[in-house]
């Protein structure tokens, strides 16, 4: 069985800030993806990133960035100097194949959030 | 834009009344999906369509069905819901699935039931 954890339930910073958002995930599969989504207040669940599990090279996307350690099954996001409209809950995910889907697993989220 | 579809946006049902939500998308995705998330949880599949093929989670009450008519539209019929089945409900696509393919999301159909 697959599993996320995400510990962190709600973090408060002050704008400008970096955070970091932590995932630690579980699963037998040797081969799987990793993804992060955003859920802002509106409810919709916004497709951030994804890593197979044969790509731990690490990810910068303007103010995001990723780290993903195999060897600590982690799959860590990282913001640089936050902003308000980054408040939202981010979810992690991994996902397998089954019956011709892919299965997410999500952990329980991180609630974000970004003051002036 | 392409994107996924969900109507109503909020809907209210009466105890043991059945309803159905809809979605559709216009992205032409072999895969569709539907979520339940209540308040504060993560979202949690019920089921998933690939292409015709019906595939249910194990742990999907008997009360929850779908029905997929063609690749466009997927709906959730809740037979006789409860209060514990208040709750948003996301639909989502992919291209057919080899486990990467990332899924896009509607913006959710809020579901009150009194």
């Known amino acids: 069985a697959q599993k996320v954890t995400q510990a962190q339930t709600e973090i408060s910073v002050v704008e400008k800030e970096d955070v970091t958002l932590d995932c630690v995930y579980e699963t037998r599969d040797t081969t799987y993806y990793l993804f992060w989504y955003k859920q802002p207040p509106s409810g919709e669940l916004v497709f951030l990133i994804r890593?197979?599990?044969?790509?731990?090279q690490n990810e910068i996307s303007g103010r995001y960035s990723w780290n993903f350690q195999k060897s600590t099954s982690s799959f860590n996001f990282t913001i640089t100097a936050s902003q308000v409209v980054d408040s939202a809950v981010y979810f992690c995910a991994l996902s397998i194949l089954t019956g011709g889907g892919n299965k997410l697993t999500f952990g329980t989220g991180t609630q974000l959030k970004v003051e002036l | 834009d392409a994107m996924v579809i969900q109507n109503p946006r909020y809907q209210v049902t009466q105890f043991g009344k059945p309803v159905t939500l809809s979605c559709s998308q216009t992205l032409n995705h072999n895969v569709m999906y539907w979520y339940q998330q209540k308040s504060s949880q993560a979202p949690k599949l019920l089921f998933h369509y690939y292409d015709k093929d019906f595939n249910n989670e194990a742990d999907t009450p008997d009360n929850f069905q779908s029905r997929r008519p063609n690749t466009s539209f997927c709906f959730l019929d809740i037979r006789s819901p409860g209060l514990g089945d208040a709750a948003m409900y996301l639909c989502a696509t992919s291209r057919v699935g080899t486990g990467g393919g990332e899924q896009y999301f509607g913006p959710g159909t809020r579901l009150t039931v009194t």
């Open positions: 890593r197979n599990s044969f790509d731990e």
